[in-house]
């Protein structure tokens, strides 16, 4: 998949970047960088979309993305007072803690050094997708805040330790995005982005194939052709996908009966939720709220 190459700007004085923000550095677009990219979502809640993965990702979360990896993060921007009658709007905070570094600056003489398996190591998980959890993901939040006030002297043995722990111990969760390298033309580069944002705020309604397709000026064959051979799904699977994260955000975050979140997820009808749900999650809707209650 190719998408948009972003140029991330390092001060002068520093060899990598690491920046306490209120928006994402990309905003709304798929987009790649050689940078390897660890960010600590400390308010906010969003979608992480990367190759033929759909991630929710909320307050807590920290992750890692390889470098050269096409990815998109949509963070919502508002919710309502009242959500069922969408009245009431209020603005949702965002607060990001992003670290970007390339591993190159570390030169190639120096990564090959015995002592440096364990970075050698990090450079190959990084073209995965990591979601970090348990005293790993903590441990890894505290350095980075440290790292965010060192001073300029501090600042490489603070980020060789904080990537030591990430190559030596188990504490995450693996995402394996299946990712095709192509060839597109100018124009193709946004087609990715433009499916991704329609889908994402009219899921809850019916998408008909011809007003999808019709996004990105193509005919439905052509559409699902191409979008096959980029996402390693059909169209609608993708979009199941998208309706379920969302109901199971409600079933977390809502007290909504299960008619009402398979109505609020895009679902025209029960039965057509529960069994969908099932296949994509290999749970019932209430087995998962009782999971979700469970860590409460």
């Known amino acids: 998949m190719k998408a948009r190459l972003k140029k991330l700007s390092t001060p ?3 060899s990598f970047s690491l920046e306490l923000t209120a928006h994402y550095h990309s905003y709304n677009e798929l987009h790649y960088h050689p940078e390897i990219e660890l960010i600590y979502i400390m308010e906010g809640h969003g979608v992480l979309l990367v190759g033929d993965k759909i991630e929710p990702v909320a307050a ?3 992750l890692m993305l390889g ?3 096409p990815h998109l993060f949509r963070f919502d921007t508002h919710t309502f007072e009242y959500p069922l009658q969408k009245q009431g709007r209020i ?12 591993p190159e600056i570390f030169g190639a003489q120096f990564i090959s050094l015995p002592e440096n398996e364990y970075l050698r190591n990090v450079i190959r998980q990084a073209g995965n997708v990591l979601a970090f959890q348990g005293s790993l993901r903590i441990r890894l939040i505290v350095l980075l805040n440290q790292l ?18 990430i190559a030596g111990e188990r504490g995450y969760r693996s995402l394996n995005p299946q990712i095709q390298q192509q060839t597109f033309n100018a124009g193709d580069e946004t087609r990715l982005t433009k499916i991704y944002l329609y889908t994402l705020n009219n899921f809850h309604r019916v998408i008909t194939l011809k007003e999808i397709a019709a996004v990105i000026y193509m005919v439905p064959n052509a559409f ?5 051979s980029r996402v390693h799904k059909s169209y609608f699977d993708f979009l199941l996908e998208v309706r379920v994260n969302h109901a199971c955000k409600l079933l977390n975050e809502t007290d909504y009966s299960i008619v009402i979140i398979s109505y609020e997820s895009g679902f025209s009808n029960l039965s057509n939720f529960n069994r969908h749900f099932k296949s994509i ?7 998962v709220r009782k999971e979700f209650q469970r860590y409460l």
């Open 60 to 62: 807590g979360d920290l």
């Open 224 to 228: 699902c052709r191409y979008f096959k």
């Open 12 to 14: 002068a004085n520093q």
């Open 148 to 165: 965010l006030n060192a001073a300029a002297s501090e600042r490489i043995s603070l980020l060789m330790q904080l990537l030591a722990p």
């Open 281 to 287: 999650t290999g749970k019932k809707p209430l087995a």
């Open 67 to 69: 470098g050269n990896l």
């Open 91 to 102: 603005k949702l905070p965002l607060q990001l803690l992003t670290l970007h570094f390339n």
